[in-house]
């Protein structure tokens, strides 16, 4: 069965003050490993798409890397507005998506 | 380019009812996906759509859950009965083939 965990559960973050998100996978079939973002009362906000082992995506402050057991999520000098709760999930051979439960970031001024 | 458009975004009901929710796909978006989230937690897949066809319906509760998707395009989520453990956020997502899913505002629903 595929599953996804993610750590930590929740981040607290100063404005400035890098981190990074971790999530583990392990899945059958690996088509591509994909990072959301969710603000409240929204649907997820796609990211990125990693498809292989050492592959690294970046779009501003945020850089995504994978291995073949888990992907990092790194976020450089955030801001407030990079709060939000940040979905990893991965897609197997079947297409369908295996969700994690997500890490909640805060980010204070 | 138009999203995934869904309705209605809020519904309170009493248990034992029935509730339908109902999503317009991405135009030309042949993969359609309706996911579970329970509050503070990821999205869980319920059922999964290629064209009018189902993919995946391995999570779906089938005694009390039902979904179709007329003619390829917009798709329906039926509860009847509704439980009170459903209160959940309904998201609907399409996506071209394997590729990234786009998702919808979802339908947060309250079952009291």
């Known amino acids: 069965e595929d599953q996804v965990t993610q750590s930590p559960e929740a981040l607290r973050l100063q404005e400035g003050e890098s981190s990074s998100l971790n999530c583990s996978y392990t899945?059958?079939?690996?088509?591509?490993l994909f990072w959301y973002r969710q603000d409240p009362g929204k649907g997820p906000e796609f990211l990125f798409t990693?498809?292989?082992a050492g592959e690294e995506k970046e779009k501003e402050r945020l850089k995504a890397t994978l291995t073949k057991k888990e992907s990092f999520l790194h976020i450089t000098a955030p801001k407030p507005e990079d709060s939000a709760t940040y979905l990893c999930a991965v897609q197997n051979y079947g297409q369908n998506f295996v969700f994690g439960p997500g890490t909640r970031l805060s980010v204070l001024p | 380019e138009a999203g995934v458009a869904q309705s209605p975004r809020y519904k309170i009901i009493e248990k034992r009812q029935s509730v339908a929710f109902w999503c317009n796909p991405i135009s030309g978006h042949a993969t359609l996906y309706w996911y579970q989230q329970i509050l503070g937690q990821g999205p869980k897949l319920l059922i999964q759509?290629?064209?009018?066809?189902?993919?995946?319906d391995s999570q779906l509760p089938k005694d009390r859950f039902s979904a179709e998707r007329l003619k390829g395009v917009d798709s329906t989520l039926k509860i009847q009965p509704a439980k009170l453990e459903d209160s959940a956020v309904y998201l609907c997502?399409?996506?071209?083939?394997?590729?990234?899913?786009?998702f919808g505002q979802g339908t947060r629903l309250t079952v009291v």
């Open positions: 759509f290629q064209n009018n066809g189902v993919v995946d």
């Open positions: 899945v059958s079939g690996l088509r591509g």
């Open positions: 997502a399409s996506s071209l083939v394997s590729r990234r899913a786009f």
């Open positions: 990693l498809y292989s």
